[in-house]
């Protein structure tokens, strides 16, 4: 190694490559700027890829995912004899996205047009619009329809010949909505195409991976896809006025309204999300928490009959306008305030936007500087949104920020800190496209006999035997470990294992009871009266059970399904019914909330790199706030260098024999190989390049003569 580290030293001046651990931030402008074909580098880069049948597009909020589509969607219709564009979104709301647009007069070949009434992403009867997507494939002269996953997925159902679809091209945004499960209705559509039609699919999502570890796609579907991956790492480094985003978690004793006070900055144009009604942040009154809300923006002014859009006076005499998404949805005019929230003169007069489920995926609001969420969310998938939702480049904004307030966790500061630190990496993990996922539910069988220590007498009594519980079944970090009745055979452990899921999306598919039950995280909710739905569910597709495994089963579903949605700490005891024979219910124990410091040992692979993102500690609330280091491209860089050296395992033999390589590498592109290209060569040279510098590093710091005290 050190013949090696030697021709490093010999070679570094003819490298040139700038030090990793030294590297400086440089606002270039090239994620916003356009080409000759008034291509971003995200779309250029997609468009390059436009003759592919089947194309992922991996890319974050905001890069303009949507025009990129229609590049490659006029392209295909133009040049490639594809006659049938159809574009999915999960949300009517975010149809917008996909307005006409001028495109010739920067540069392409063709602008942007749907025909309005092949627009089906408008309030309306959903009958109709499966009988006008018909109409659609059957027009001659219609080339281009837009609709949602719903929409999607029962015209496709009604279509008697698949042949329609041999020269269409199926776009589907936010496709992390599809996943391989075999009741996932959108994931039924996609692999039916690619295995019954020549069909072209374009895929497009800002976090491929989906909180419940079922794979988005199947290994032999997805090997099929091309791919375009273009990272927050490349997309802030290109940026022309943002320079950072922050993550923030601050933790409070008491009220979270009183809290939020303390976070709210009313000179920044905030998007606030209050606390699910479920959680243990909620009041459980959304509307009162609104109105305090309100109170403390300021007095009211004036409130807009037909938007619902208030305007208050701050104490400091700023006019401040709010869209309060909440309240209005009560109301019934939240559909005109999202209405009015599409007009930019309208929208870029709002400060601040109070929202509960709103305001999330796909909404765009490019002046957004800050996302404050009340709550813990367990859901990656939703916090990447949350945060997509402040990234976007304005003039003006320099730092996006997102801050999470959350009820102070019962635990000891390093274990707080340890898990911050760990959501931090996973959240970041995530903003590279990286996959994390959060843990499945495994069941177990209870034990249910007990070994007597082999020195005891089998026939001897005592009134306390020293018993050894059995435990065949050790501890999995990575999952949460439910203990199933005795009355379920091995066969039924099994079948709740591989079948958990897809029985779950049955019933709430159908059951109002089981839905309402969830909704009510399990307060007092009769297990047998929830249970009864699910268990003909089961009946219907596994009838070789018998009605008392099944109801037991249904039993054990019930239960999970009540884990996986309560955001407390959820223990249950055996249940036990009264001297008037009630249903046994339930039971939850409510203690010191320790979910929070759960998450850590949720995540796949977080703990495997040894990153440190926090910044600082601060006083917050009778509590603390942990202030994230700022993710500008440099921890990006560092972040994902590392990752990628994991996956591709680089030794110091690999090392030595890649480096001639890398020499005849530099010398043909005048410049060194680079970790994140899109070829595994290149890719393979780099990671080898970075391991011998860190061991020159290595070897160098340890030649320091140490510091005397």
Not at 60 to 86: E, H, T, W, Y
Not at 205 to 214: A, L, N, P, V
Not at 407 to 418: E, F, I, R, S, T
Not at 664 to 693: C, G, M, T, W
Request: glycine content about 4%; charged content about 25%; aromatic content about 8%.
């Amino acid at each position: 190694m050190s013949e090696l580290n030697n021709t490093v030293e010999q070679r570094e001046d003819r490298l040139q490559v700038h030090n990793v651990g030294s590297y400086t931030f440089e606002q270039t402008g090239n994620s916003s700027v356009s080409d000759s074909m008034g291509m971003r580098q995200m779309q250029s880069r997609a468009f390059e890829k436009r003759n592919s049948q089947y194309l992922l597009i991996q890319a974050p909020p905001a890069c303009g995912k949507s025009r990129a589509l229609m590049f490659l969607a006029l392209d295909k219709v133009i040049n490639q004899g594809i006659d049938k564009v159809i574009i999915s979104v999960p949300q009517i709301a975010i149809g917008s996205s996909f307005a006409d647009t001028e495109l010739c007069k920067f540069g392409f070949f063709a602008d942007w047009h749907i025909d309005s009434k092949y627009n089906l992403c408008a309030p309306g009867n959903e009958a109709q619009k499966v009988d006008k997507a018909l109409e659609f494939l059957n027009d001659k002269d219609a080339h281009y329809l837009l609709c949602s996953h719903a929409t999607l997925v029962y015209f496709y159902a009604k279509v008697k010949d698949r042949n329609v679809f041999n020269k269409a091209l199926v776009a589907v945004d936010e496709f992390h909505h599809v996943s391989q499960d075999t009741d996932n209705k959108l994931g039924n559509v996609i692999h039916s195409l690619m295995t019954t039609t020549d069909a072209h699919i374009i895929a497009m999502t800002g976090s491929y991976f989906r909180g419940d570890t079922i794979p988005v796609l199947s290994e032999e579907d997805e090997a099929k896809f091309d791919r375009v991956i273009y990272t927050y790492y490349e997309q802030l480094n290109g940026y022309k006025y943002l320079k950072s985003l922050g993550i923030d978690y601050a933790f409070y004793d008491g009220s979270w309204i009183n809290a939020v006070e303390l976070l709210i900055d009313l000179d920044k144009k905030t998007i606030i999300h209050i606390p699910s009604v479920n959680s243990r942040e909620s009041t459980h009154d959304k509307f009162n928490e609104v109105n305090k809300l309100i109170d403390y923006i300021g007095k009211l002014v004036s409130k807009e009959a037909d938007t619902g859009i208030i305007t208050l006076k701050t104490k400091h005499g700023k006019t401040i306008k709010v869209a309060d998404l909440v309240s209005n949805a009560e109301n019934g005019v939240q559909s005109n305030t999202l209405a009015a929230l599409r007009d930019p003169e309208v929208l870029n007069s709002i400060d601040i936007i109070i929202a509960l489920g709103m305001a999330k995926e796909g909404f765009d609001w490019p002046q957004c500087e800050y996302a404050l969420t009340v709550g813990y969310r367990s859901s990656l998938t939703e916090v990447v949104q949350i945060i997509g939702r402040a990234t976007r480049d304005y003039p003006g904004k320099e730092h996006a920020q997102f801050t999470n307030l959350l009820a102070m966790p019962c635990g000891a500061l390093n274990d707080v800190k340890d898990a911050v630190n760990s959501l931090l990496k996973a959240i970041t993990l995530s903003l590279l496209m990286e996959q994390v996922l959060a843990p499945n539910v495994h069941f177990r069988a209870r034990p249910s006999d007990y070994d007597v220590p082999k020195e005891e007498n089998e026939t001897e009594k005592t009134d306390k035997p020293k018993y050894r519980r059995k435990d065949t079944n050790p501890a999995d970090p990575n999952s949460i470990k439910l203990t199933v009745s005795n009355e379920i055979s091995e066969k039924g452990i099994e079948f709740l294992n591989t079948n958990y899921q897809s029985i779950v999306e049955k019933v709430l598919n159908s059951s109002d009871t089981v839905k309402a039950s969830i909704a009510n995280g399990g307060n007092e909710t009769t297990k047998e009266l929830v249970a009864e739905d699910v268990s003909e569910v089961i009946r219907k597709s596994h009838p070789e059970f018998s009605d008392a495994e099944r109801h037991e089963l249904a039993l054990q579903i019930v239960k999970a399904m009540v884990v996986k949605s309560c955001s407390h700490q959820v223990n249950f005891v055996k249940d036990e019914a009264d001297d008037n024979k009630q249903k046994p219910k339930v039971q939850i124990v409510r203690e010191n909330d320790t979910t929070f410091l759960k998450f850590k040992d949720k995540l796949v692979n977080v703990d495997d790199v040894d990153f440190n993102m926090i910044g600082s500690i601060n006083p917050f609330a009778d509590a603390y706030m942990f202030v994230s280091k700022a993710l500008n491209p440099k921890i990006l860089k560092l972040l994902q260098t590392e990752v990628t050296e994991k996956r591709l395992h680089m030794s110091a033999e690999i090392a030595q024999s890649l480096w001639p390589y890398i020499n005849q590498f530099y010398y043909e592109h005048k410049r060194a190989p680079d970790v994140f290209s899109s070829n595994d060569y290149e890719k393979r040279l780099a990671s080898a390049l970075n391991y011998i510098k860190k061991q020159k590093r290595l070897q160098n710091s340890l030649k320091q003569p140490a510091s005397s005290e």
